[in-house]
């Protein structure tokens, strides 16, 4: 069974820009969750979906924001980037009760 | 804040011999917890779960101990091999979909 997989590994944008990252499940997985990774901060999470509803949001300003498809996929986004917003992005994906959550190798999100 | 942290940022093991690595947690409410590791340039993986309602799991190689009260969660090594060098991270969750995860104890195996 594959697992995790996120798109792209490795981004690079400038201050002000958006970025969109892009997260696939574990086939038969319907909960993501998306997590986010610095060297000060540790992982800290971001939000989680199920079945296209997001039930649970971390605390992070409202440029951060997320979405799921009908197949499970998610995306999340993150508008008017900030230096500070450089970060390994993490998701994961779980059952329905989201307790075992299996993670994705990262985006590496750089902005300058 | 966190609700999870470890004891020490850092581990070092001597090849063969067995690791600890220690957290504490502040939720009593805790429903479960895991144990990840995480190796440079990858995502956590999965080592192990913990239910509330236990106080012991054991899986290949590896055992994790819960002591409730004293909030305390312990995930053992035997036989550490150098493929175990990594960072160690204890979550914690409950009924809220999501985990709430310590700093980490990077662990170096000494050949």
């Known amino acids: 069974k594959a697992g995790v997989t996120q798109t792209p590994r490795y981004l690079i944008k400038t201050r002000g820009q958006q970025v969109t990252l892009s997260c696939s499940p574990i086939?038969?997985?319907?909960?993501v969750s998306w997590y986010q990774q610095t060297p000060g901060q540790g992982l800290q999470f971001l939000f989680e979906?199920?079945?296209?509803?997001?039930?649970n949001k971390g605390n992070f300003p409202g440029r951060f924001s997320g979405r799921q498809f009908s197949n499970s996929r998610s995306e999340m986004n993150v508008s008017t980037l900030e230096l500070g917003d450089s970060a390994l992005y993490l998701c994961?994906?779980?059952?329905?009760?989201?307790?075992?959550?299996?993670f994705g190798p990262g985006t590496r999100l750089t902005v300058l | 804040g966190e609700s999870v942290g470890l004891h020490l940022p850092t581990l070092s093991v001597q090849e063969g011999d067995n690791s600890i690595i220690n957290c504490a947690y502040s939720?009593?409410?805790?429903?479960?917890f895991i144990w990840y590791k995480q190796e440079s340039g990858k995502g956590p993986q999965f080592i192990i779960d913990?239910?509330?309602?236990?106080d012991k799991r054991q899986g290949q190689r590896v055992t994790v101990l819960l002591n409730k009260t004293v909030k305390h969660l312990s995930l053992q090594i035997a036989a550490t091999q150098p493929g175990d060098s990594a960072v160690y991270f204890c979550?914690?969750?409950?009924?809220?979909?999501?985990?709430?995860f310590g700093a980490g104890t990077t662990v170096t195996v000494r050949a």
């Open positions: 994961a994906s779980g059952g329905s009760s989201a307790d075992t959550q299996y």
């Open positions: 086939s038969g997985h319907r909960s």
């Open positions: 979906y199920f079945s296209e509803t997001q039930r």
């Open positions: 939720n009593s409410a805790s429903d479960y």
């Open positions: 913990i239910r509330s309602n236990m």
């Open positions: 979550a914690e969750g409950s009924n809220d979909y999501k985990l709430s």
